[in-house]
């Protein structure tokens, strides 16, 4: 079996197991308030770091340095405000986690080296993988005259003839 389908079906479970030991500990009224609170915190993260991210983008972008790890940390921030979005002690936990800066650093070092980042603007382009950016890549432009594509008779994408009517 793989994990993606067994956190399916393990993860509510504990989740009703962290309700029903929160629920005992402080009674229903609170763990009802606290899954209301964490779920309108999560909204509220997601809001504001969300736009947030787009102006630090857009600085980045303006300065010509590396809009990687903005994004990194903006992206693990909007799955902590996911996170906290549903309704479980377990999930509000974790994204608790992906809130400190120190974890998604070190999150950030076991994943990056796999990872690989195209960003593009106006003004410049960024690639790379991970920690480690390569500079930028040589780019060909071409004219509308340089590269002309000429109708394949063999392509099953063509319009026959009887179509056009």
Known sequence: MRIPALLFIVLPLIEIAGFIIVGKAVGIA???GLIVLST???LTLLRVRGIGMIRKLREKDGLGTDPEKVFV???MI????ILLIIPGFVTDLVGLLLLLPFV?????????ARTFFFFSSRQRFYAGSGAHQAPPTRTIDLGET??????????P???KKEDNR
Do not use: Y
């Not at 909007?78 to 405000?81: I, S, Y």
């Not at 998604?104 to 990056?112: A, T």
């Not at 340089?146 to 392509?155: K, T």
């Open 146 to 155: 340089d590269f002309r594509r000429e109708p394949d008779e063999h392509s």
């Open 104 to 112: 998604r650093n070190l999150l950030w070092s076991r994943l990056g």
């Open 73 to 75: 940390h903006g992206a």
């Open 40 to 42: 309108v915190a999560g």
């Open 78 to 81: 909007a799955v902590a405000a």
């Open 30 to 32: 609170v763990t009802l």
């Open 157 to 159: 994408w063509r319009v």
